[in-house]
């Protein structure tokens, strides 16, 4: 049976093999990295067979992901050009931030087929959220195999391509982790101990959503039945929006947008 191969044995490697885990994927893995003692580490935490070299793992391959840096995926996939592991037809799913399908296409041929996914860490628990969009060529026994992969880690959207860059900037977990550690370093400020102003701040954040999530109800009827007027709520609420609480996420987004672009700018075909 041929292998899900990862290219590239960092962080979000390290999350996605967690939550295959423990989805109990069926599928061989195997890793290949060019710092061969970060593949060790995963084999020796996964489980995960580890190649000895790129050529060795694209052939190999049923499917390969790219899980390195947008700036390093036109260097990988020119050393994949040049070492001949490309002539026969293969699935190529890359999770690089901002790196366009038309450039990918490019630099490979017409022997890879495309996605590109945008898989969020927190899979590593099996509730991730991941976007996919494929190129054209991919057959529907393709999608299915892709789609399948993923699921396995969480929740699935299919969002045109045009929309990847906001949605990137939008869903990741790092706008949960800066808003919990804001909101509770400023309960330290106004008088709580840090243990009981993380708990505050994480379920203001997390039980909240949550029960959005669950309930099925709008968020304006949930705004309007948390934040009683004349209440401690809505005059919080009331003061945030007064301090530019929707300019500052704005001015957030448009900046990890910005970086995106960027980061095609800079993705050099071969």
């Known amino acids: 049976m041929k292998s899900t191969v990862f290219l590239g044995a960092g962080r979000i490697t390290s999350a996605l093999l967690a939550g295959l885990r423990l989805a109990e994927y069926e599928r061989p893995i195997l890793v290949y990295d060019r710092n061969p003692k970060k593949s060790r580490l995963l084999r020796r935490e996964f489980q995960v067979d580890v190649a000895p070299d790129l050529k060795s793992a694209v052939e190999q391959a049923e499917t390969l992901i790219v899980a390195v840096r947008p700036a390093s995926v036109s260097g990988l996939l020119g050393e994949v050009a040049a070492c001949g592991a490309c002539q026969r037809p293969k ?6 931030a901002g790196v366009p399908l038309q450039k990918l296409r490019a630099q490979l041929g017409l022997a890879a087929r495309w996605v590109r996914a945008m898989p969020s860490p927190v899979c590593r628990i099996g509730r991730g959220l991941t976007a996919l969009c494929f190129d054209r060529g991919v057959g529907n026994a393709e999608r299915m195999r892709v789609r399948g992969l993923f699921q396995r880690v969480g929740q699935l959207l299919e969002i045109p391509e ?3 860059d906001v949605f990137t900037t939008t869903y990741s977990s790092s706008h949960g982790y800066h808003a919990l550690q804001t909101l509770a370093e400023a ?3 106004a008088g709580l101990d840090r243990a009981t102003a993380l708990t ?3 379920h203001a954040l997390s039980a909240g959503i949550l029960y959005w999530k669950e309930s099925g109800q709008s968020l304006t009827r949930l705004l309007h039945e948390a934040a009683t007027p004349g209440g401690i709520a809505a ?5 945030m929006d007064k301090s530019g609480y929707a300019r500052v996420v704005a001015n957030g987004l448009k900046a990890g947008i910005a970086q995106a672009r960027r980061n095609a700018r800079r993705f050099s075909s071969r």
Do not use: D
């Open 91 to 96: 699935l190529w799913v890359s999770l690089a």
């Open 162 to 164: 045009r929309q990847f």
């Open 187 to 189: 309960a330290q400020r």
């Open 200 to 202: 505050a701040a994480a």
């Open 235 to 239: 005059a919080t609420m009331s003061g």
